[in-house]
Structure formats: C-alpha cells, structure tokens
C-alpha cells in the first residue's frame, strides 16, 4: 500500500506555471503514476499518466504542450510541471497510483479506475 500527498497548488493567472508535486510514503517504482483533475459536477479525468520506469507517458489532449509529467524513484516522488495555464484548467489535482504491469515501455493506464491509491488533492484556480 502506499500514501500519496499532493502539494504545489495555488493561485495563479492565465499564463502563468505551477509545479504540482506527489510525495509517496513507499517505493513507487512498483505503480505507474497518474495526475488526474476534477471541478465540481464532473466527473474526475486524466491529466497526465506515466509509466513505472518513466519511458512511457500519456496526456490528455488539453494539456498536451503544456503540462509534463515526470517522476524520480529516487525521491518517491512524481511531478506536474502545468505552463501556460488557462482558467479552464482550475481543477481540484489528484496524484494516483496503481500496480505495474508490462515492460519498460508499456504504455501506464489512464483510466480512472484502474487506479487503486489516491492522495487528497490540491486546488488549482487559474484567474483571468
């Protein structure tokens, strides 16, 4: 099992970056790693996956050229690096993790429920 806490959220404006950060309480070589988002009366939906060893990643198509997702086993910790952001993208960020499975490269899973642990989120509001 493992605990996951986001940090890194906050206020910015149109234009601006945040990093978001996922500190995990065990070793998260074995999880592939998911950002996710959520805003009130929606369901919640992938942001950004990346897989166990880090050589495969998947993004939504609103964030793709924006944000990148990273992680370093060392540190236990994954990373959302969120440019040019736009008051569309004020979300309620979730970190998620769930078992590997397959080879270096196989692609990490970007369906919510395949994920089995989940921090408990960091506000993000992008004003205009």
């Known amino acids: 099992q493992v605990q996951l806490v986001e940090s890194g959220g906050g206020l910015v404006q149109a234009g601006g970056s945040l990093r978001l950060s996922c500190a995990a309480s065990?070793?998260?070589?074995?999880?592939?790693m998911g950002w996710f988002r959520q805003v009130p009366g929606k369901e919640r939906e992938l942001v950004a996956a990346?897989?166990?060893?880090?050589?495969?990643?998947s993004y939504a198509d609103f964030v793709k050229g924006r944000f990148t997702i990273s992680r370093d086993n060392t540190k236990n910790t994954v990373y959302l690096q969120m440019n040019s952001l736009k008051p569309e993208d004020t979300a309620v960020y979730y970190c998620?993790?769930?078992?590997?499975?397959?080879?270096?490269?196989?692609?990490?899973?970007?369906?919510?429920?395949?994920?089995?642990?989940w921090g408990q989120g960091t506000q993000v509001t992008v004003s205009s």
């Open positions: 998620a993790a769930c078992a590997r499975r397959g080879s270096f490269l196989a692609a990490p899973r970007t369906v919510v429920g395949d994920y089995d642990y």
């Open positions: 065990g070793r998260i070589s074995a999880y592939d």
């Open positions: 990346i897989n166990w060893s880090g050589g495969r990643t």
